[in-house]
């Protein structure tokens, strides 16, 4: 089975710092992954998603992330945090053979002070 | 045009009772999905329906019962609540194929006293 981890579980930074969110999975085989966003009080939006293909993928909001299949990472990054990214993030993925449920990691709260 | 509609968004129910929590979705998805949420923000995946058959049911108690009416909607009863059934319940839904994502609904937020 499919999981995942999220090592950093609330990150505090100043407005214009930059940010990185790690994320490893473990999975033996072909796996698309996502990175989901959850500002308070609302519903998971999605941020990025990586399916096949160029390893950098660039999402909504300025951020982006990077899949290292030899680390079996997809790190979240974002070159500037804006207090509005104020938020939990999370980390998922699913198979691509099977069942098309999503695994997530554990998520990280992201807090941004002005 | 909300494409994943969940009701109610907010339920205060007492010990022992019986609820039910509706989903919509207007995707034309195939497959639908329930998540708990935990008080520490945990997302577990509790029942993914395709096509109104059930293809995944991780360990959860059969007090939760999933019911598809149709390949729109996929709706959660759950009997006897207990305390512990507080959380956040997402419903969420997908295309079918190996490249989809999933889009969730608002969340219910269930509380049991």
């Known amino acids: 089975a499919q999981s995942v981890s999220q090592h950093n579980h609330h990150v505090i930074l100043s407005e214009a710092a930059s940010l990185e969110l790690g994320c490893n999975y473990s999975y033996g085989g072909t796996v698309n992954l996502f990175w989901y966003v959850q500002y308070p009080g609302q519903h998971l939006q999605l941020l990025l998603k990586y399916f096949s293909g160029d390893p950098l993928v660039k999402g909504i909001k300025g951020f982006e992330a990077e899949f290292i299949k030899s680390k079996f990472s997809f790190n979240l990054r974002k070159p500037s945090v804006q207090w509005s990214d104020t938020a939990e993030y999370f980390c998922a993925v699913n198979a691509r053979t099977g069942a098309n449920n999503l695994f997530f990691g554990t998520g990280t709260r992201l807090t941004v002070i002005p | 045009d909300t494409a994943v509609s969940q009701t109610p968004k907010y339920l205060v129910t007492q010990m022992g009772n019986d609820k039910s929590i509706k989903c919509e979705q207007n995707l034309g998805h195939d497959t639908m999905y329930w998540y708990k949420q935990d008080s520490k923000k945990f997302l577990k995946i509790m029942f993914s329906y395709n096509n109104k058959e059930l293809i995944i049911n991780e360990t959860v108690p059969n007090r939760f019962s999933p019911k598809s009416p149709d390949k729109a909607h996929l709706n959660l009863h759950i009997n006897s609540l207990e305390l512990g059934d507080s959380a956040v319940y997402f419903c969420?839904?997908?295309?079918?194929?190996?490249?989809?994502?999933?889009?969730f609904g608002q969340g219910t937020r269930l509380t049991v006293v």
């Open positions: 969420a839904s997908s295309q079918d194929g190996i490249n989809t994502e999933a889009f």
